[in-house]
């Protein structure tokens, strides 16, 4: 049986990483990709997913576009970390046209395709949660019909690496993490800031992942050159959690979706999102003793089997 996957993302490299996991995976049937503002702009984000599905050879796989900007405030981006086009700023010249990108919007594609798939689609979000919030929006059946629902995003610690407290893809649009967390009332899987620091690989590992003699091994060694600086730097080793290494957060999401069996420590908790507090606004709370009075909980991932991660990670250049 194939598992069906929908995937969110804010084309960045790191979901670039997670796009080609999937791809990689035997078991996996991607049902599209649906683009949203938050590494770079929307229009950036559809032409880097292209990208990646061409690098692929998969652009047979719908790409729709999403939301420019947060549900309320202004648009941020990850351009320090991510590049200026989100991917590295490497040139493609070869680089797919936007006349690819489907003409439905990704809100109307997300409601189509689950209705289509009544309990058989895997949702995973890499990205600001704005498709997603307007999605619920439009259609409040919608979570009911998901299989279940992962996201990377959020944290625990309140370690922020956008703000003193929050983490970027909640923070890039708070109120839509706030509706999917307080209206998705399906299973709910969460890969936090602090988890994916925590489960990180090393620099040692990423050198030979990159060295792999393929394609798709020098398409990815091409745009993560910038992230790889960026990693090294003096932000970000403040920002990582746990010392340095190379975290591909949006991985950790996927590769869960793509097999339950990866996730071998989580705990269990109502959780929901900081709306209003000056340095706490995107922070996501964790309610460990019943202060919500929320009869649903997510299973926020503590600990992933590491070996079966670096395989599915290889996979995905080979």
């Excluded at 956008?162 to 009332?185: H, K, M, R, S």
């Excluded at 990180?200 to 060295?211: G, I, Q, R, V, Y």
Aim: glycine share 8%.
């Amino acid at each position: 049986m194939r598992r069906k996957l929908l995937v969110d993302v804010d084309c960045g490299v790191d979901d670039a990483q997670a796009i080609m996991l999937a791809l990689a995976a035997p078991s996996v049937e991607l049902l599209g990709i649906t683009c949203v503002h938050g590494n770079t702009t929307v229009e950036n984000v559809c032409r880097n997913t292209l990208r990646v599905l061409q690098a692929c050879s998969k652009l047979e796989i719908p790409v729709f576009k999403g939301a420019s900007k947060p549900i309320l405030g202004v648009c941020i981006n990850a351009g320090h970390f991510h590049g200026e086009d989100g991917l590295g700023d490497a040139p493609d010249p070869n680089a797919p046209g936007l006349d690819l990108v489907q003409k439905e919007g990704a809100v109307s594609a997300m409601i189509r395709i689950v209705n289509e798939n009544p309990g058989e689609v895997s949702l995973v979000a890499t990205a600001p949660l704005t498709n997603l919030a307007l999605a619920v929006k439009m259609d409040p059946s919608l979570p009911s019909k998901l299989r279940g629902l992962y996201i990377m995003g959020g944290n625990t610690e309140s370690r922020g690496n956008t703000t003193v407290c929050g983490e970027f893809n909640f923070t890039a649009d708070p109120e839509a993490a706030y509706i999917v967390l307080n209206d998705y009332q399906c299973p709910t899987y969460l890969a936090c800031w602090e988890f994916t620091c925590y489960s990180k690989l090393s620099w040692e590992f990423c050198d030979a992942w990159l060295a792999q003699d393929t394609d798709k091994a020098r398409f990815m060694a091409r745009i993560f050159r910038h992230s790889i600086e960026a990693s090294h730097g003096e932000r970000l080793q403040k920002e990582f959690v746990g010392g340095t290494g190379f975290v591909s957060c949006d991985s950790y999401a996927m590769a869960a979706a793509v097999d339950d069996s990866l996730v071998v420590e989580s705990d269990r908790y109502p959780v929901s999102v900081e709306l209003t507090g000056t340095h706490t606004r995107g922070m996501m709370i964790v309610d460990t003793v019943g202060f919500l009075k929320k009869a649903h909980t997510a299973t926020i991932m503590k600990k992933v089997d590491m070996e079966k991660f670096k395989r599915m990670m290889t996979a995905a250049l080979q």
